[in-house]
């Protein structure tokens, strides 16, 4: 696709991927906003990408969260026990952070390796078997067959993910309360600091974590070349370009909640 | 549109048409490609490579492993853009188009890529994909006749069902070949079409390749290294060698030229420049 | 794919799945076994000039990628932090937060995590390719043993490389976390460092370390184990990148959740 290779790891290579990331998220919103055409066909690719990610990625995603769920529990307690007198606010304290933040943060790192190698894997491999290249003699736009469901399946997917995810987190969090510090569960699992705008800004982190998995990891897939070899370099490029992303965005998002969602 | 003549031929052979005149052949070239400079990064792999060839004919294009036969036909294709020079395809300039106003020139060509490239779907929807993508509104059944008598045509009758993966390489490569050439295409492309076959079934592919190409009368260009096989159904060959065009003319002025590179490449001798 | 019958779909499903975890965990401990023998002196050893070539690669080469995950994650549970400092006055308790997190949980965790990514999914591509090439026969051919000569290098190096890798990213995130304290919630320099410096102790940061070691352990060994048995040529190579960060991944949390239980 692109006559320009600059060599792997140099920062020119780095502006030039964030270019073509920039250019492939341009396109497909414009294409995720636009009049859908292709019917059934298209309506199967967006149903079987959405189960793919969902199915693909709940069992790994529920036991990863419970222990997740588990340490962060763990650790508010402890650190609480340094600060406060009493253990009530443990609780309360938990689920905030969880909602606002580490649900969708903490959960996105191993949904996009998961999620984010498998796409990058499919794609690369249908880059170098030269199917891509098949489809665009065809007229079927590779941005809209391919690129457009797995998307519009990770925004909406990697969301329901996320949200069941963090509920078993926050189960496994009451039962780590209970066993390990003695807080009764009803104490435990209150939403007394939670509000309005720490559940919209978890479920914005969800939402945009989930594009951004998918976005990434189709350019990099997109843009593999040379063999099976190629397909393990954007593999990994996926996974450790997503993680980073959902870091940088986690940062952009958090503050922009501060200001505009305050947590108190 | 300027057709300027071809740099000198290095081969004594007298050029292929005698229309030398270089306007009105340009109605009659199913593919020009002018002045047409590529590189891939530090590696130039074509600089001002000339290459026309007529409509209505099979060309074959040869030369060593890595000389631009491949991207020469992803030129074409459109799949990949020049750096410079013009691309000119079935009568039209395609290498400034759009990729959106490349698909009414692609709605004419067929190809079959080297590792066939066929989609994790039924073989008979891998052959339909071209008839359901052009807006011309056929329908269910006559997408499935046509189906059907392509895939009978090379010989893999009541397969629609079957999976890619099930296929023997030779199979796959056929269902390729019915796909590239599904939609009555002006110009079909070939790339490598027996890499990897037994002999017996490369033939066997080779004549589906010039049977097709004179049942419809349209434009066949093959890449192959299979030099030996791919002369056989050649009309007009061209050789590549170190991003140039060496040779152009019929198999047999092929076999018989004297340039050194050609004359080794064709008869596969050790002593020579290659 | 699933021909099983209805009623027996889901105990088939768990016995697979317990069958296919248990013949994993089987042949990562033979593999161990194996790294054990090789790397007796009589076996021949470590080979030096391999370890070295990795350890670049591998480390220093990860250290961009890595500094910047570590930044942003400083600065992102200071961030965290932030509505409690404001609800508590806990201006005291920023620093010591904000690094206690990081290097005991957050900093291990992520770097882990992208470490996973980018070389171990790059250690599995490589050896992997190797086998489908035939060049790990090759090298049987020649009588040199695998293990010695491409397995335990990479062990080695991985497991010091994430350690290091992890100190570095601990230096990082605590200059996130200062830049940020100071910036957003007004905590002055001297406040910050006062507040780890005092409640930190040597042992959280050992923690952090161990951890480290164990997740780097346990990557290497699982990338290394699923780069060598790959099955089924090219495509395979591709399968087998995505199995081994899964399964590293799955791994990393069980292994993050067991220590911060065992090591208080």
Known sequence: ?????????????????????????????????????????????????????????????????????????????????????????????????????????????????????????????????????????????????LVLPRFVACVVMGTVVLVVGGF???????????????????????????????????????????????????????SAFGGSEGVGRATTEAVVGSCFTIIVLNVLLSTGGHFLLPAL | MILTEPVPPPDPGPPASPAASPAPGVAEAAVDLHAVSLAFGPKQVFRDLDLRLEAGRVHALIGPPAVGKSTTLKLIAGLMRPDAGEVHVLGQRIDDLSERALGAVRERMGMLFQNNALFDVSVGENVAFPLRRIDAGLTEATIR?????????????????????????????????????????????????????????????????????????????????????????????????????????????????????????????????? | MSTAEPGWALPAILGRRTLALLSQLGGLALLARDLGRAARPEAGGLDRVELVRHLHRMGVRSVPVIAATAAFTGGIMVLQAAPFVEQFGAKDFVGFFATFVTFRELGPLLIGLIFNGRVGANNTAELATMVVTEQVDGLRALAIDPVSYLVLPRVVAMTLTMVALVLVGDAVALLGALGVAQVLLDVSLAQFLDSALSRLETWDLLVGLVKALLFGLGISLTSCFHGLRVRGGAPGVGRAVNASVVASAAGIFVADYLSTFLLP
């Open chain 2, 145 to 274: 006749a046509r189906v059907s008598e392509r895939l009978a045509k090379v010989a893999l009758a009541g397969f629609e069902e079957r999976q890619p993966a099930e296929l023997s390489g030779g199979q796959k490569k056929r269902v390729g070949l019915a796909r590239a050439t599904v939609a009555d295409a002006a110009l079909v492309l070939y790339d490598e079409p027996t890499a990897g076959l037994d002999p017996v079934t490369s033939q066997k592919i080779y004549d589906l390749v010039r049977g097709e190409q004179r049942a419809t009368e349209s434009t066949a260009v093959v890449v192959s290294s299979d030099v030996a096989g791919v002369l056989t159904i050649a009309d007009h060959v061209a050789m590549f060698y170190e991003g140039r065009v060496v040779f152009t003319g019929s198999p047999d002025e092929a076999r018989a030229s004297r340039v050194p590179v050609v004359h080794q490449f064709v008869h596969g001798t050790l002593e020579g420049p290659l």
């Open chain 1, 168 to 222: 078993v987190a926050f189960g496994a969090g009451v039962l780590v309360g209970q066993v390990a510090f003695g807080i009764e569960a009803r104490t435990f699992a209150s939403t007394a600091l939670l509000n309005g705008g720490d559940v919209a800004l978890g479920l914005a982190k969800c939402a945009t974590y989930g594009g951004a998995i998918a976005l990434v990891s189709s350019e990099r897939g997109l």
């Open chain 1, 1 to 145: 696709m692109a006559t320009a290779f600059p060599s792997p790891g140099s920062l020119a290579a780095l502006r030039f991927q964030l270019r073509e990331l920039v250019k492939l998220t341009r396109r497909t919103l414009e294409m995720a906003v636009a009049p859908r055409r292709g019917g059934r066909a298209a309506r199967r690719a967006f149903a079987e990408q959405m189960h793919l990610v969902g199915n693909r990625s709940m069992p790994f995603m529920i036991v990863t969260m419970a222990f997740i769920g588990a340490i962060i529990s763990f650790q508010t307690a402890l650190q609480s026990q340094e600060i406060l007198p009493d253990l009530s606010q443990v609780g309360a304290t938990f689920t905030k952070l969880l909602v606002r933040d580490l649900a969708a943060s903490v959960g996105a790192l191993p949904l996009a390796t998961r999620v984010g190698a498998g796409i990058a894997a499919e794609l690369g491999s249908m880059v170098v078997t030269e199917q891509v290249d098949a489809l665009r003699m065809n007229n079927a736009d590779p941005v809209e067959t």
